[in-house]
């Protein structure tokens, strides 16, 4: 897709098996082909070109070290927290979950009504939660820690 269109989540099925996994995963390259990781970037911006397939990035022995390196910094960050800050951050992440289900279900709708969202149209997502939790466990419990190294203290 060197043309300048981005991949659409049928693009993403062979990596991700379902139509939910693809469109998490389109949401995550989005994410990642703007954030702050540099290799990161470069390989969500190249997926989403078509310039390199999902398989290809995910099996690109630097991409994935950048990809384990983020999530082991987002596991100490999770270590260090306040039981304040865990609860903070479950409220956020529950609001942030609330209002991806908004938006999969209007998708959804949009689909079903014949009415496809295009490639063209903008791209909005809801407000992700800040801060070095914003991407914490799907417990989405009320701000409670999920069980294992992210556990109560």
Known sequence: MPDGREVDQA?????????DRARSLLRALRTLSAGPDPKLREMA??????????EQAFT??????????GA??????GELRSDA?????????GEWQQARRTED????????????????SPRTSPQQPTGPW?????????????????GPR
């Open 11 to 19: 693009e993403l099925l062979d990596v991700a098996k379902d139509e």
């Open 45 to 54: 911006r190249g997926v989403l070109r078509g310039d390199l397939t999902a």
């Open 60 to 69: 690109d022995p630097e991409y994935t070290a950048a990809l384990f390196s």
């Open 72 to 77: 082991d910094k987002i596991r100490r960050a």
């Open 85 to 93: 800050e865990a609860r903070e951050a479950g409220e956020r992440f």
């Open 105 to 120: 279900d209007r998708e959804d709708q949009a689909e079903h009504e014949g009415t496809p969202q295009s490639d063209t």
């Open 134 to 150: 914003r991407h914490s466990g799907p417990s989405g419990l009320g701000g409670s820690r999920p069980a294992g190294g992210f």
